[in-house]
């Protein structure tokens, strides 16, 4: 060959592969969050959220990379979780962010590190089978308090505590290439607002105005919300999510489908027998969820962990295994974990 045409050549396929383009990383990168009826906007395309909840106080700091790992092999791109108050500030104004399992910042850092995204729930009221729904036990001495409702002690205390989650989480929002990709206030609030009458939905409201005066980069939910509450997106929970999308379409023709907690089985109380849901009415629920618009789905609990302690709410068990797609000590739990994982590869394949 003439060597001034292999010269050429050679020139020519290392000033193409120099001038590839660059692939972003994200998480990793700086990037925007926003959202569509499409989905949740990453840098302005809409994605499909494939989710799975994973509790860090669940599971012990060194299980993390593994079960995060493993997740996104069965085809998960996001880390679902609560934010547990009574962990971080079990006296009044003295936080633990740092200690074994309350080290949020290396668990939102480890889901980066993976790849992953992160919803992160911070309530701080979460249910979850916790004790006190995640609520300390010094709360309930602050004068005239009352729990979730249009109640000024409640309201600035919760407000306080959300502020400190949110400079914790600060170095793992988006602009700063984090994972975090959306934040919740709140939850299943809509199965008590009733309750408390016009006081309930003047603390809804506020949930939603007090979300927004943050200014975070990344948008609100609040799950089991019926009521319209301003700067949120009002998600589902349930087994079966599919048969609320069509009133959902007509009553929020500009937010995203999102499914926040999918139930593949439950959790056990003492004495009771084990839960279980077939994996074949999982991917059926799921499948039909994608098939009616859906645009995010979180297993509710793709991990449950273990409740260490006396973390777990009145009669719960200490397994909060959920029969989830990873067991209690982080094993796959087959056949769920296949099945999903090939659904997941089909979904997201096609999902352009």
Not at 298 to 313: E, L
Not at 347 to 352: A, G, I, K, R
Request: net charge negative; hydrophobic share 35%.
């Amino acid at each position: 060959m003439n060597v001034l045409l292999l010269l050429t050549l050679l020139i020519g396929s290392v000033a193409g592969s120099s001038g590839q383009k660059h692939e972003k990383q994200v998480p990793g990168e700086p990037y925007t969050v926003g959202y569509s009826a499409r989905g949740l906007l990453i840098d302005g395309m809409p994605r499909v959220l494939t989710a799975g909840s994973m509790h860090y106080p669940r599971s012990a700091p060194g299980m993390w990379d593994s079960l995060m790992k493993k997740a996104k092999a069965g085809g998960l791109n996001t880390i679902d979780t609560y934010v547990f108050w009574n962990m971080h500030e079990p006296t009044k104004g003295h936080y633990d962010f740092a200690t074994d399992r309350a080290n949020l910042p290396l668990f939102l850092e480890t889901a980066q590190r993976n790849g992953l995204f992160v919803v992160l729930r911070i309530g701080p009221y979460v249910c979850a089978e916790w004790n006190f729904g995640g609520f300390p036990q010094w709360l309930r001495h602050e004068q005239d308090i009352v729990f979730r409702t249009n109640s000024e002690p409640f309201m600035r205390e919760m407000k306080r505590f959300v502020g400190k989650v949110l400079d914790v989480a600060k170095p793992y929002m988006p602009e700063r290439g984090g994972a975090v990709v959306a934040l919740q206030i709140e939850n299943e609030y809509g199965d008590h607002q009733w309750e408390f009458g016009k006081d309930g939905d003047r603390y809804a409201e506020w949930c939603g105005e007090t979300a927004h005066s943050f200014n975070a980069s990344v948008p609100w939910v609040m799950c089991h919300q019926y009521s319209r509450v301003p700067y949120v997106i009002p998600t589902q929970n349930n087994f079966y999510c599919d048969q609320y999308l069509d009133k959902y379409h007509r009553d929020h023709p500009d937010f995203p489908d999102m499914w926040t907690e999918m139930w593949p089985a439950w959790f056990q109380r003492w004495g009771e027998p084990a839960p279980h849901r077939p994996i074949e009415d999982v991917a059926y629920a799921v499948a039909k969820w994608f098939a009616h618009g859906g645009t995010y789905v979180a297993y509710y609990m793709y991990q449950g962990g273990t409740n260490f302690g006396r973390t777990s709410g009145p009669f719960i068990q200490t397994s909060y295994d959920y029969e989830g797609f990873l067991d209690e000590y982080g094993l796959e739990n087959w056949p769920k974990y296949l099945h999903m994982a090939d659904l997941h590869k089909h979904l997201l394949e096609h999902s352009d």
